[in-house]
């Protein structure tokens, strides 16, 4: 029984290895490496792309649901009556991004113009190298410097924004990519140190190390390994790893330019930000990408807080489910919230939004590290029915005393005549 | 020689001259990104995976952003047809000058003579104890500087903002 | 406390979304080529041509007066007068029109024509569905496809076609009653040259002259 769902568990890795070995008598030496890699990298851009393009469906039918509407519902397979509840929608807009014409502003920069969505798709695909997608599933293991590729990676996407926003030659588009860059860069700092809370404390930047470091058997640096421990030991369940979930989550959205982080695309303000001027299959890969982009962030987030492919619980009928389905489930769940926030949120105002990066994020998220710290130091030396509530109340104070200046500070507004 | 250093040197090479002779500054700023992408290209061929991706997150992610928003808040990017008011080559000599000379030193030295020591493991580990130990008094001279650097402009900004009222 | 706001907005959201499926009521969409909504008797689209007889070409009200034509501020409408005249609903003779084109693509919907029209012969419709494949003969709308009959604007405005009848009806009865008296007048001129005796005989019989009756005979005329 647990042959077979070992089996299932592994069956990406053994089918690759199977996939070589038939090949390995056919192939050039020199060509080995190439088609491991393609090999690799073929789930990546199936499966990812595929979520995206399930994603826009699923996300409009949920705002609509959220806004008492009922959403596409329409598309389904041409000259029949079959709708699949308008799932066919992406493969409509797939197929009309795909014969627009591509409309090039005549004072654009023509190469810049036309670079830019190349420069932002492949650092986001990049980024999917280094997630651990299930148990030895990880394309490009980097034991020294997995966090950092993602990082590095991801910050060269802001370049790609400026490209596409001054080549266009369009206020609009520059404005989007100024806001786009200001944000960026802000949020960068905060998002990077709550990951780094969890580097310090897994003693690791690998993000397959990370994860093993939640495992139940492993010990954790101070912390003895427990063979027989039913409950996982994600990171989430320790007082600095939920404040630095949720705070990686808030930057993790401004990074992918979620609601209520959209102003560089704010539709009422600057039509569509830096990509105002893209159309057809430009403007659709602007479109992947940033999708793309929210992904790997949640994948991220799910590799260094809760667990990465591991189930929660350390006993049977969890334990079947394969790694890469509890990495894709909370994957998906991760997206719904965002869907749920979006349809929730209204956008912030750009000081609003400066404000709360670095008068509410950064301290909190330097609180956070600091804390961390003291749950590392304080393991021998303080229970963890005490250490807990202590390490946690030590995050809500500052967490209270910085969100008072962010309280909507209205007072009853008093009118001269319409009382 | 292998064909990898010689596509990214190729690239990094070209890329800087690119920065240096295009007449449109964005352009230059631009290229000179690539120079940094292929600069970390060469430490990732010799194994130094953290400066390379450091590299990246530093100069492709923050000093390009910061050399893009100085060119665009500071003047035009029009490209201006003006001719260079400075001839290229003294400019030129000076460089291919002390590129000789280095390489010289560098071919005369003994250091190309010894045999190559196994490279050593350098961890992630290792790079922050030596930071955190022998190191600790550059590290906090230059947090000193920025933190300086970072209250001069927050200092400029805000007589900037008294002197608009 | 920072963060209360957002998560008592998500609570909302998230009754809006599980709602919306248990409570149908909710949903204020129509889905509408399958599901339509009963048009509103005030809905007005595009002019149509009122006709009262069977053949709607000879029952048209309109007189080619050209009226609607000078007055439509797109200038969508195209008139050309006929050479002879025919009876109208009065009996009078009218001229009527040859061509009667509106440019579907130009006119606004503004119900200025309908206003100036004397005759009550241009109504507006509430057929909305008015797309068509060919963009320039297809959107230029001719009088046989503008004409419409009396019974179809009862039908989408019932209270405005009451009145335009009554208009009409009083119309004919004014018409009638100048008929009678005029008749009444020429026998009497005739009875008083020929004599007072037999005079009366020789008159015509008198037509029916209340508007209740008027009013039913109006629309069959």
């Not at chain 1, 980024?127 to 980097?142: A, E, H, K, Q």
């Not at chain 3, 004397?118 to 569905?129: A, C, G, L, Q, Y």
Request: glycine share 6%.
């Amino acid at each position: 029984m647990a042959d077979f769902f070992q089996a299932i568990d592994q069956f990406p890795v053994t089918l690759k290895h199977w996939l070589m070995t038939q090949l390995g008598g056919v192939l050039p030496e020199w060509a080995e490496p190439l088609v491991s890699a393609a090999l690799s990298i073929t789930p990546i851009l199936a499966v990812f792309p595929l979520m995206f393009a399930l994603t826009t469906v699923i996300e409009r039918k949920g705002l609509g649901r959220i806004q008492n509407r009922i959403g596409p519902n329409r598309v389904g397979i041409p000259l029949t009556n079959i709708r699949l509840a308008g799932f066919g929608q992406f493969i409509a807009d797939g197929i009309k991004s795909l014969i627009k014409e591509d409309v090039v502003p005549r004072a654009a920069d023509k190469v810049v113009h036309f670079l830019a969505p190349i420069a932002l798709l492949i650092p986001v695909l990049l980024t999917y190298s280094v997630l651990p997608f299930g148990r030895n599933m990880v394309p490009l293991d980097l034991p020294q410097t997995g966090l950092l590729f993602f990082f590095a990676v991801g910050a060269s996407t802001e370049l790609s924004v400026f490209m596409a926003g001054w080549s266009s030659r369009n206020k609009y588009s520059l404005l989007g990519a100024m806001r786009a860059i200001a944000q960026m860069v802000s949020y960068e700092i905060p998002l990077i140190l709550s990951a780094l809370t969890v580097v310090m404390m897994a003693g690791t930047l690998s993000l397959s190390g990370i994860v093993e470091r939640q495992m139940w058997h492993v010990a954790m640096p101070g912390i003895p390994g427990d063979q027989d421990g039913l409950l996982a030991r994600w990171f989430l369940f320790t007082p600095w790893g939920l404040v630095g979930f949720f705070l990686f989550l808030t930057a993790a959205a401004a990074e992918a330019n979620r609601t209520p982080f959209d102003l560089p695309e704010a539709e009422s303000e600057i039509i569509a930000g830096y990509f105002t001027e893209y159309s057809g299959f430009k403007f659709a890969i602007f479109f992947l990408a940033e999708y793309l982009g929210l992904f790997a962030m949640c994948g991220l987030g799910i590799t260094l807080f809760l667990g990465g492919w591991l189930p929660p619980v350390n006993f049977a009928p969890f334990t079947w489910i394969p790694s890469w389905c509890w990495f894709l489930g909370k994957l998906s769940a991760l997206i719904v919230l965002f869907i749920w926030l979006r349809g929730t949120l209204p956008r912030l105002r750009t000081d609003q939004l400066m404000g709360f990066a670095w008068k509410f994020l950064l301290p909190m998220t330097l609180i956070n590290l600091v804390v961390a710290a003291l749950w590392h130091l304080l393991a021998n030396s303080i229970p963890l029915v005490a250490r807990w509530p202590l390490c946690f109340a030590m995050l809500a104070v500052p967490y209270w005393l910085l969100g008072r200046g962010f309280e909507a500070k209205f007072t009853k507004r008093e009118y001269r005549f319409a009382n | 020689m292998t064909l990898p250093f010689a596509i990214i040197a190729g690239l990094t090479v070209g890329s800087a001259i690119a920065a240096m002779s295009l007449r449109n500054l964005v352009h230059c700023a631009l290229s000179l990104v690539l120079t940094f992408a292929g600069l970390a290209g060469l430490y990732l061929q010799l194994n130094a995976e953290f400066v390379g991706f450091t590299q990246i997150l530093v100069y492709v992610g923050a000093v390009a952003i910061l050399i893009v928003f100085a060119i665009l808040l500071t003047r035009s990017t029009e490209p201006k047809d003006e001719p260079a008011t400075v001839t290229p080559w003294i400019g030129i000599a000076v460089a291919v000058g002390a590129f000789l000379t280095m390489a010289l030193a560098v071919l005369a030295s003994p250091v190309g003579k010894r045999v190559a020591a196994p490279a050593p493991e350098v961890s992630v580990k290792t790079l922050g104890q030596k930071l955190m130990t022998d190191y600790v008094l550059p590290l906090e001279v230059m947090a000193l500087l920025l933190t300086a650097a970072m209250l001069g402009a927050v200092i400029i900004a805000m007589k900037d903002k008294e002197g608009q009222r | 406390m920072l963060g209360t706001g957002i998560l008592k907005g998500m609570v909302e959201t998230a009754k809006n979304f599980a709602g919306s499926y248990h409570d149908p009521e909710r949903l204020t969409t129509v889905e509408y080529p399958e599901q339509r909504i009963a048009s509103k008797e005030n809905a007005r689209q595009f002019p149509f041509l009122v006709h009262d007889t069977e053949d709607p070409m000879k029952g048209l009200r309109c007189v080619a007066c050209q009226i609607c034509e000078k007055e439509c501020p797109p200038q969508c409408i195209y008139i050309v007068k006929s050479k002879d005249k025919r009876a109208d609903y009065k009996g009078q003779m009218q001229f009527y029109p040859a061509t009667f084109d509106i440019d579907l693509s130009v006119c606004m919907s503004c119900q200025i024509c309908v206003e100036v029209c004397p005759f009550e012969s241009i109504k507006m419709d509430t057929e909305f569905e008015l797309s068509n494949t060919d963009r320039f003969g297809g959107l230029l709308v001719n009088k046989h496809q503008l004409a419409k009959s009396n019974e179809h604007y009862r039908k989408i405005h019932p209270t405005e076609a009451a009145a335009s009848d009554a208009v009409l009806a009083a119309e004919t009865a004014k018409a009638q009653a100048k008929a009678k008296a005029d008749a009444e007048a020429k026998a009497a001129k005739a009875a008083a040259a020929a004599g007072p005796v037999g005079a009366v005989a020789s008159a015509p019989a008198p037509k029916p002259s209340s508007p209740a009756a008027a009013t039913a005979a109006a629309p069959a005329a």
